[in-house]
């Protein structure tokens, strides 16, 4: 693992890539060198290839916020106004992973990771003030597993505002 940010970029200088969003969230890399990102008030998902300009993956994501990868390198992101996990499938179409967890509706799945076992974990806050305090079923925010077999289980209800997730190498 790299010890110092010099050693795992080009440069120091920052540069700009991209300008036209509102709220970018969710950066995440793909081996072709490109990037993925969300822009949250847009409700858009976009590809960033090297060198090239922003290209729309997806508009009408539901608020999509944090993305990972799973173990088939199939999209995974968490779309929190449709309070729900979806994977994009080789077709492009979209499958929902998660929406319930014990039962109840899940409130607004916000950042998400794979671990190497092919567990995905999520967070889900509170709803972030945009779901209605009644249109909630869970009365609080907690991060969630979903097992390889496709189950959802709480990890934690014990945070007040869960946000990002990440795992160490050991």
């Known amino acids: 693992m790299a010890d110092r940010l010099g050693d795992i970029v080009e440069s120091g200088e920052p540069k700009r890539l991209a ?12 081996s072709d060198g490109s990037w993925l990102f969300v822009d949250i008030e847009q409700f858009s998902i976009f590809r960033l290839p090297p060198g090239g300009q922003p290209e729309l993956l997806r508009d009408n ?24 996990v979806t994977r994009r ?12 967890v014990g039962g ?9 990771v794979g671990r190497s076992d092919g567990s995905i974990y999520f967070t889900d806050p509170n709803g972030n003030g945009r779901i209605p305090a009644e249109e909630l079923e869970l009365d609080y925010p907690g991060v969630n597993r979903i097992a390889p077999d496709g189950s959802v289980a709480i990890v934690t209800q014990e945070m007040q505002y ?3 997730l990440a795992f160490s190498p050991d």
């Not at 509706?105 to 950042?111: A, F, G, V």
């Open 89 to 100: 499938e080789p077709d492009g179409s979209y499958t929902t992973i998660a929406e319930r």
């Open 162 to 164: 869960p946000n990002g």
């Open 104 to 112: 109840k509706r899940l409130n607004t799945p916000n950042d998400i």
């Open 19 to 30: 300008t036209g969003f509102v709220f970018t969230e969710g950066p995440l890399w793909q």
């Open 61 to 84: 994501s539901g608020r999509a916020n944090g993305m990972t990868f799973d173990h088939q390198g199939r999209l995974l992101m968490c779309e929190g106004d449709n309070r729900r």
